[in-house]
């Protein structure tokens, strides 16, 4: 099952390499690369005579009423349909068609162009092939529009580190408060663990209200005093939520087996505890090693008598890995089980051997998030699967044994955790919980309103203590209780009336920052703030959010070797290896479409092309060392990598002490703890507010101070708006000030020199793409996929991010690529051009060398006053005899 909903698996039809032509094909695969060539040629000469007719005919016709003769929407009068699947659905088919236009030539090569300024075109296919868009990268850039809000942001106190109770007051067991502060350098709990373990424990006092709750009439009630309470967490990223169920669960099952009277010794055997749930595998595996981590430590009075706790077993199940090794674990019995929903509902349903007999508590990690993946069925069948094994534990009496202890909680204890309360959630809540208590880092709540009323308030407080800071009382009251500009009920992050998320609040350390760049200056702005953030702090370490795997997979190629010097043989080579690419379908349609274990991908991208071109992406590296950035390393991750390099990325970046980049999609931006990432860049914009939340929450953990940079096209400069009224306030940086910084870095002396560095970056990265077959392939799959994912942005916000407002010649730059749009969609353009003109020069001076070998008689009359001395010219055959051999002169 795919855990990775933000993965885009574009299909990138259009990219394919074409068919051979008929003869080609009739000739078969044996044939070199330069006969397809000719006879390609051959059948592109007839194609051309064709269209050169076609094109006539169209236009005359209405379909000659393309895209490029309508008028271009007034950006500021669009209004749509908020909320509407048709608009979504229509705006992907637009994206569809504009994408095919481009593929099909004609008009609608010069329509994507042509959607904005700047670029020319030529409007004939034929004049257009092969031709190189080389454009000023400080010319014909929209305005950049001035922003409301500039200047630095001051630091603030933070707002998610540890505060100055302790783990012991709370109530847990002190090994365990011994082996935090001595093994995982944890001594003080944070706001959300001092409100949620006592709930947890069944220990709250303000909990113990006479409200017992449960639903398991065989339990004497009067023996225990505690409250037991399905529980609702929700907290800033970055905040300990993880520990915060995970310290009540493992104190409460080391109690239950150090009070247990009967019933033998806790053992593995006893089956499964806890199920934590997470929506990426990931997450699951950093939920299984923290496990692992806490079940290290030893109890028992005295040093002497202190033991492991052998028997206390975490595990994991997760999509990817053996199911026969997963259910060999499960077998052998797991205590605390991380998992991913769809393995875990596979496990359920077919291992006869996995015991939930006893299982007491369900943790849903990222609820939002598994709802918004679509598991909301699976999480059904899960629960039903649950109740029933549940109703065979009830029927053991007795509470002597560690499985019945009243240690544990009477009844499965549902916990829901969460970094927003949206209303999925609020829903999921409302279903599953039973007698539940919301618990905030604030406060400790009996139910989703009172929780969301408080959130509301406190993000209205700040609201105005920002506008009167900045001199504005009153202009955002409309913001004050989650309404759009209108006063309708459509919230601009796209969710309907009452979504509120109410207390959208990152941790206060955390310095936003937002960059308005022009298209064609991205890709060179995101190298200098890389560069610049390196140098300041060059340990640093980065993660740079991508729309979709292609753009990720393309990035990372690109910054790893973009400064690779492409020598001519190696640029010949390259581009020989790509004209043997265009010719060879047998391997693959150039479908971007992959599945989730990216096998497909695989054989894509090891393809072998026999050491040309230069460095290609495998499949196999954990991670690149860069040579645009000297000494830094370089990881990617997305969905539609292998597992096992899915799961080494995670862990050598995370453990990483050096200066690294990842480049990501979406499925690191949840619950993913990174230690000491400094530093986030949004390069894609998120595609709804939770997502720019968990984006930056990757960094400023714990207290500890982040940076977070948040590229918008200047087209979108009105999301600044939304995120201000959401309380998320980045401050405004210039993409001169980052690229002149980077300028000086490099030795730049001249104010003037920040641009021609900047371009000399650019036309370094063109001729790295245009020499290295990998390179252009990726380009070209990242642009595609990159105006698909476009078209995702929810609804309500498509009057900021519609695919109309893009200048796809501006953003083909962004991804070096001198091809006109039309070409990269058509599959071809100007490294094929060139291919073949290379191919036909090569062809051209065999067959001169053919003919020159050839024997050949000089007649008297050819006789020059330069074919002195050889007198066998006058009489006979005349060899061509290499340079250095006496030579006549002019014999070449
Ligand atoms: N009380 C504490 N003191 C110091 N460090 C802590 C404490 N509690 C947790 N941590 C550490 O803080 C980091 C972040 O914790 P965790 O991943 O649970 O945060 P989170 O709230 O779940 O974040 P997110 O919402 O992004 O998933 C972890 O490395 C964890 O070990």
């Given at each position: 099952?795919?855990?990775?909903?933000?993965?885009?698996?574009?299909?990138?039809?259009?990219?394919?390499?074409?068919?051979?032509?008929?003869?080609?094909?009739?000739?078969?695969?044996?044939?070199?690369?330069?006969?397809?060539?000719?006879?390609?040629?051959?059948?592109?000469?007839?194609?051309?005579?064709?269209?050169?007719?076609?094109?006539?005919?169209?236009?005359?016709?209405?379909?000659?009423?393309?895209?490029?003769?309508?008028?271009?929407?007034?950006?500021?009068?669009?209004?749509?349909?908020?909320?509407?699947?048709?608009?979504?659905?229509?705006?992907?088919?637009?994206?569809?068609?504009?994408?095919?236009?481009?593929?099909?030539?004609?008009?609608?090569?010069?329509?994507?162009?042509?959607?904005?300024?700047?670029?020319?075109?030529?409007?004939?296919?034929?004049?257009?092939?092969?031709?190189?868009?080389?454009?000023?990268?400080?010319?014909?850039?929209?305005?950049?529009?001035?922003?409301?809000?500039?200047?630095?942001?001051?630091?603030?106190?933070?707002?998610?580190?540890?505060?100055?109770?302790?783990?012991?007051?709370?109530?847990?067991?002190?090994?365990?408060?011994?082996?935090?502060?001595?093994?995982?350098?944890?001594?003080?709990?944070?706001?959300?663990?001092?409100?949620?373990?006592?709930?947890?424990?069944?220990?709250?006092?303000?909990?113990?209200?006479?409200?017992?709750?449960?639903?398991?009439?065989?339990?004497?009630?009067?023996?225990?005093?505690?409250?037991?309470?399905?529980?609702?967490?929700?907290?800033?990223?970055?905040?300990?939520?993880?520990?915060?169920?995970?310290?009540?669960?493992?104190?409460?099952?080391?109690?239950?087996?150090?009070?247990?009277?009967?019933?033998?010794?806790?053992?593995?055997?006893?089956?499964?505890?806890?199920?934590?749930?997470?929506?990426?595998?990931?997450?699951?595996?950093?939920?299984?090693?923290?496990?692992?981590?806490?079940?290290?430590?030893?109890?028992?009075?005295?040093?002497?008598?202190?033991?492991?706790?052998?028997?206390?077993?975490?595990?994991?199940?997760?999509?990817?890995?053996?199911?026969?090794?997963?259910?060999?674990?499960?077998?052998?019995?797991?205590?605390?089980?991380?998992?991913?929903?769809?393995?875990?509902?596979?496990?359920?349903?077919?291992?006869?051997?996995?015991?939930?007999?006893?299982?007491?508590?369900?943790?849903?990690?990222?609820?939002?998030?598994?709802?918004?993946?679509?598991?909301?069925?699976?999480?059904?069948?899960?629960?039903?699967?649950?109740?029933?094994?549940?109703?065979?534990?009830?029927?053991?009496?007795?509470?002597?044994?560690?499985?019945?202890?009243?240690?544990?909680?009477?009844?499965?204890?549902?916990?829901?955790?969460?970094?927003?309360?949206?209303?999925?959630?609020?829903?999921?809540?409302?279903?599953?919980?039973?007698?539940?208590?919301?618990?905030?880092?604030?406060?400790?709540?009996?139910?989703?309103?009172?929780?969301?009323?408080?959130?509301?308030s406190r993000k209205r407080d700040r609201l105005m203590a920002e506008d009167i800071e900045d001199g504005r009382v009153g202009k955002r009251a409309h913001a004050y209780d989650g309404e759009d500009e209108d006063g309708a009920g459509q919230n601009e992050d796209g969710q309907g009336e009452g979504e509120d998320q109410g207390d959208f609040a990152v941790p206060s350390q955390l310095v936003q920052k937002a960059v308005i760049v022009p298209a064609k200056l991205r890709l060179v702005t995101l190298v200098a703030l890389l560069k610049n953030t390196l140098r300041q702090q060059p340990t640093s370490k980065i993660i740079v959010f991508l729309s979709c795997k292609d753009a990720v997979d393309f990035m990372y190629f690109m910054l790893s070797y973009g400064a690779t010097q492409a020598d001519s043989e190696q640029a010949d080579e390259g581009e020989a290896a790509y004209a043997d690419d265009l010719f060879n379908t047998e391997e693959g349609d150039g479908n971007g479409d992959k599945d989730d274990d990216g096998s497909s991908k695989k054989s894509r991208s090891q393809r072998p092309t026999g050491g040309r071109g230069g460095p290609q992406l495998t499949a196999t590296d954990i991670h690149?060392?860069?040579?645009?950035?000297?000494?830094?390393?370089?990881?990617?991750?997305?969905?539609?990598?292998?597992?096992?390099?899915?799961?080494?990325?995670?862990?050598?970046?995370?453990?990483?002490?050096?200066?690294?980049?990842?480049?990501?999609?979406?499925?690191?931006?949840?619950?993913?703890?990174?230690?000491?990432?400094?530093?986030?860049?949004?390069?894609?914009?998120?595609?709804?507010?939770?997502?720019?939340?968990?984006?930056?929450?990757?960094?400023?953990?714990?207290?500890?101070?982040?940076?977070?940079?948040?590229?918008?096209?200047?087209?979108?400069?009105?999301?600044?708006?939304?995120?201000?009224?959401?309380?998320?306030?980045?401050?405004?940086?210039?993409?001169?000030?980052?690229?002149?910084?980077?300028?000086?870095?490099?030795?730049?002396?001249?104010?003037?020199?920040?641009?021609?560095?900047?371009?000399?970056?650019?036309?370094?990265?063109?001729?790295?793409?245009?020499?290295?077959?990998?390179?252009?392939?990726?380009?070209?799959?990242?642009?595609?996929?990159?105006?698909?994912?476009?078209?995702?942005?929810?609804?309500?916000?498509?009057?900021?991010?519609?695919?109309?407002?893009?200048?796809?010649?501006?953003?083909?730059?962004?991804?070096?690529?001198?091809?006109?749009?039309?070409?990269?969609?058509?599959?071809?353009?100007?490294?094929?051009?060139?291919?073949?003109?290379?191919?036909?020069?090569?062809?051209?001076?065999?067959?001169?060398?053919?003919?020159?070998?050839?024997?050949?008689?000089?007649?008297?009359?050819?006789?020059?006053?330069?074919?002195?001395?050889?007198?066998?010219?006058?009489?006979?055959?005349?060899?061509?005899?290499?340079?250095?051999?006496?030579?006549?002169?002019?014999?070449?």
């Amino acid at each position: 099952m795919d855990d990775d909903g933000l993965i885009f698996n574009f299909a990138t039809t259009n990219i394919a390499p074409p068919k051979p032509s008929a003869a080609a094909a009739a000739k078969g695969k044996s044939q070199r690369w330069k006969d397809r060539v000719k006879s390609r040629q051959a059948a592109k000469h007839e194609a051309t005579k064709q269209e050169q007719h076609d094109t006539q005919n169209q236009k005359n016709t209405a379909a000659a009423a393309s895209f490029k003769e309508k008028p271009m929407p007034q950006r500021q009068h669009i209004k749509f349909d908020s909320g509407s699947t048709q608009e979504n659905n229509t705006q992907q088919q637009e994206v569809e068609r504009l994408l095919g236009e481009m593929g099909k030539g004609g008009g609608s090569k010069a329509s994507a162009t042509g959607t904005g300024a700047g670029v020319s075109t030529a409007s004939q296919p034929s004049a257009q092939a092969g031709k190189q868009i080389i454009s000023s990268l400080f010319t014909k850039n929209p305005e950049i529009p001035k922003l409301a809000r500039d200047g630095g942001q001051e630091l603030r106190v933070s707002s998610n580190a540890a505060g100055d109770s302790s783990f012991a007051g709370l109530g847990l067991d002190s090994d365990i408060v011994g082996f935090l502060s001595s093994k995982m350098e944890i001594s003080n709990p944070t706001a959300i663990q001092t409100n949620a373990i006592p709930v947890l424990l069944g220990n709250d006092q303000a909990a113990q209200d006479g409200d017992n709750g449960g639903d398991d009439d065989a339990f004497n009630f009067e023996t225990s005093m505690k409250v037991e309470h399905d529980v609702f967490i929700q907290a800033a990223t970055g905040s300990g939520k993880t520990l915060s169920y995970l310290l009540p669960i493992v104190h409460r099952i080391l109690r239950a087996t150090q009070t247990a009277t009967s019933g033998g010794p806790a053992s593995r055997e006893l089956g499964t505890f806890a199920v934590i749930l997470t929506p990426t595998r990931e997450l699951a595996q950093q939920v299984y090693e923290t496990t692992q981590t806490l079940v290290n430590m030893t109890v028992g009075q005295g040093a002497g008598s202190k033991k492991r706790l052998h028997w206390m077993v975490p595990g994991i199940v997760i999509g990817g890995d053996s199911k026969q090794s997963e259910k060999a674990r499960l077998r052998k019995g797991v205590t605390i089980l991380a998992c991913t929903p769809g393995r875990l509902l596979d496990h359920l349903e077919n291992t006869q051997a996995f015991c939930v007999d006893n299982l007491r508590w369900l943790v849903l990690d990222e609820a939002d998030r598994l709802l918004e993946l679509g598991f909301e069925d699976t999480l059904r069948k899960i629960l039903a699967l649950f109740e029933e094994r549940a109703g065979q534990r009830r029927r053991v009496l007795g509470h002597s044994s560690v499985a019945t202890s009243l240690e544990l909680p009477r009844r499965r204890i549902n916990v829901l955790c969460s970094a927003t309360l949206r209303d999925n959630v609020r829903r999921l809540a409302d279903e599953a919980l039973v007698n539940p208590k919301f618990v905030s880092a604030t406060s400790v709540y009996d139910n989703a309103d009172q929780a969301a009323e408080a959130a509301r308030s406190r993000k209205r407080d700040r609201l105005m203590a920002e506008d009167i800071e900045d001199g504005r009382v009153g202009k955002r009251a409309h913001a004050y209780d989650g309404e759009d500009e209108d006063g309708a009920g459509q919230n601009e992050d796209g969710q309907g009336e009452g979504e509120d998320q109410g207390d959208f609040a990152v941790p206060s350390q955390l310095v936003q920052k937002a960059v308005i760049v022009p298209a064609k200056l991205r890709l060179v702005t995101l190298v200098a703030l890389l560069k610049n953030t390196l140098r300041q702090q060059p340990t640093s370490k980065i993660i740079v959010f991508l729309s979709c795997k292609d753009a990720v997979d393309f990035m990372y190629f690109m910054l790893s070797y973009g400064a690779t010097q492409a020598d001519s043989e190696q640029a010949d080579e390259g581009e020989a290896a790509y004209a043997d690419d265009l010719f060879n379908t047998e391997e693959g349609d150039g479908n971007g479409d992959k599945d989730d274990d990216g096998s497909s991908k695989k054989s894509r991208s090891q393809r072998p092309t026999g050491g040309r071109g230069g460095p290609q992406l495998t499949a196999t590296d954990i991670h690149l060392q860069s040579n645009v950035f000297p000494g830094v390393n370089m990881f990617r991750l997305h969905g539609s990598m292998q597992q096992k390099q899915r799961t080494e990325t995670f862990t050598t970046f995370s453990r990483s002490q050096h200066a690294s980049v990842l480049f990501t999609t979406d499925v690191a931006a949840r619950g993913l703890d990174l230690p000491n990432v400094t530093s986030i860049v949004q390069y894609d914009a998120p595609t709804d507010l939770a997502s720019y939340l968990h984006r930056v929450g990757r960094t400023a953990r714990l207290g500890r101070v982040g940076h977070a940079h948040l590229f918008l096209l200047p087209s979108e400069a009105a999301y600044l708006t939304v995120l201000s009224e959401r309380g998320l306030r980045p401050q405004d940086e210039s993409v001169e000030t980052i690229l002149r910084m980077s300028a000086k870095s490099e030795g730049s002396r001249r104010s003037a020199e920040w641009q021609q560095r900047a371009a000399e970056w650019q036309l370094l990265f063109e001729r790295f793409v245009l020499s290295n077959i990998t390179a252009m392939r990726l380009a070209k799959q990242a642009f595609l996929s990159s105006i698909r994912a476009y078209a995702t942005h929810g609804a309500a916000e498509k009057r900021i991010f519609h695919v109309r407002f893009l200048h796809f010649g501006h953003l083909a730059k962004a991804f070096a690529l001198r091809e006109t749009p039309a070409q990269v969609a058509e599959g071809k353009g100007n490294n094929q051009k060139a291919v073949e003109v290379r191919l036909e020069k090569k062809v051209r001076r065999e067959r001169e060398e053919k003919e020159r070998k050839k024997p050949r008689f000089v007649k008297g009359n050819e006789i020059s006053e330069f074919a002195v001395g050889d007198v066998s010219a006058y009489y006979g055959p005349r060899v061509r005899r290499g340079a250095g051999a006496g030579s006549d002169g002019d014999s070449d």
